[in-house]
């Protein structure tokens, strides 16, 4: 069994693209599926998911080993990442190389292009001109962007975020 924390991590990813890849925002069709107001839907169910979307809280874990070989390959393939983060963020990217130190075929790590900064704190937006520019970039092909704070959140007001 994975460590439960890069187990995490991965699936997560695995999460976050599958669920940006449908518009069916996390539905099934299966009544049932225990799928909180959230939209979080328990995977220990049996779920049948809608335009192949996943979503998923913590405790889907468990089920990491069950995730098939070629979702892995389907993430690789058609996915590109623009990730920018400070010190909080970087445990994405140290559980993604954790698991493909475990197994460089099944969980290489896929292509992301990151940036060392973070959502800032008090309605700071610097974030936006850096995701324009990159997105604006020639040859840009990204088709995931994703940011996360450091400590931004701890002391930040609801209207600072």
Not at 98 to 103: A, I, T, W
Not at 110 to 139: K, M, Q
């Amino acid at each position: 069994m994975k460590d439960t924390a890069v187990a995490s991590l991965i699936l997560a990813g695995v999460i976050l693209v599958l669920g940006c890849g449908g518009g069916g925002g996390g539905s099934t069709q299966d009544a049932s599926v225990d799928q909180a107001a959230d939209g979080i839907v328990d995977l220990t169910a049996e779920t049948t998911p809608v335009d192949g979307a996943i979503v998923a809280d913590h405790a889907a874990v468990a089920a990491f080993d069950s995730i098939p070989p070629s979702t892995f390959d389907q993430i690789r393939s058609n996915y590109r990442f623009f990730y920018g983060h400070t010190s909080h963020g970087s445990q994405i990217m140290t559980g993604l190389d954790m698991l493909s130190g475990e197994d460089s075929m099944l969980y290489a790590v896929p292509d992301f292009d990151e940036v060392s900064d973070d959502l800032g704190h008090t309605g700071d937006v610097s974030w936006v001109p850096i995701t324009e520019d990159r997105l604006d970039e020639a040859g840009s092909d990204y088709n995931v962007v994703m940011w996360s704070w450091c400590g931004g959140c701890s002391d930040n007001t609801e209207e600072g975020i």
